[in-house]
């Protein structure tokens, strides 16, 4: 089944630790992107991939970092969370070929304390 | 500054009508426009798109109308069913001469309740 997974699902964490969410696909998919979800503010993108070694920023890249070493996996690092960085994150992933019908994750919910 | 707009938070329609979702934008460099679909503890699905060179797209019951003059467009559902209540986001990008595009910019998204 073709499809985004996103793990953890859901993380309470403290200011400061850093943590990492993972973000694979089993499309093939050349390009990959976070977003975060916030009320009233819709979904902002954080950083995209369009390919292997390839990264750059989104709206909101401040606090965040992310590596494309492998086609699959794009994951998303918190150096330092603070608790605006509390968020619903989405990854998602396209074809180079039709890069706006982008494929998302389930989400994950994040809470810094 | 906010590029793509949806005004309205949210939206209540009886079964069996039309349901007309409104999307803005400002950057007229922005040529391919999308709308996705959200329920509750999943993530965003495409639903349908258009390109700049067009001004309709219909795909079943969704169509997506297009105006690049007043920088407007679109999602018109019908007849509306209670599987679409959902979140809608609109979104648009930029595509490159050369294959490929620009990320995705999305509105904050219209709450659809499909009331029976």
Redesign the interface.
């Known amino acids: 089944e073709a499809q985004v997974t996103q793990n953890p699902r859901y993380l309470i964490t403290v200011t400061g630790k850093k943590l990492t969410v993972t973000c694979s696909q089993n499309m093939n998919h050349e390009y990959m992107s976070w977003y975060r979800q916030d009320p009233g503010l819709g979904l902002r993108q954080i950083y995209y991939s369009m390919n292997v070694e390839v990264t750059d920023k989104g709206d909101v890249p401040e606090g965040y970092k992310v590596s494309r070493k492998e086609k699959r996996n794009f994951p998303l690092i918190l150096e330092s969370p603070s608790p605006n960085q509390t968020s619903l994150y989405f990854c998602a992933s396209s074809a180079t070929g039709s890069p706006f019908q982008q494929y998302f994750g389930p989400g994950t919910r994040l809470t810094v304390t | 500054d906010q590029q793509v707009k949806?005004n309205s938070p949210s939206l209540s329609v009886q079964e069996g009508r039309i349901s007309i979702l409104n999307c803005d934008y400002t950057n007229s460099m922005f040529d391919?426009f999308?709308w996705?679909k959200k329920y509750p503890?999943?993530?965003?699905?495409?639903l349908i798109?258009i390109s700049s060179i067009k001004d309709k797209n219909e795909d079943g019951r969704f169509t997506v109308f297009l105006n690049k003059s007043a920088k407007h467009l679109s999602l018109h559902i019908v007849p509306s069913q209670p599987g679409d209540s959902a979140v809608y986001?609109c979104?648009a990008?930029i595509m490159y001469s050369g294959?490929?595009?620009d990320?995705?910019?999305?509105?904050?998204?219209t709450h659809l309740i499909i009331q029976p």
Do not use: H, I, R, W
């Open positions: 949806q391919y999308l996705y503890a999943e993530g965003p699905t495409f798109s986001f979104a990008s294959g490929g595009a990320g995705l910019t999305f509105g904050k998204g």
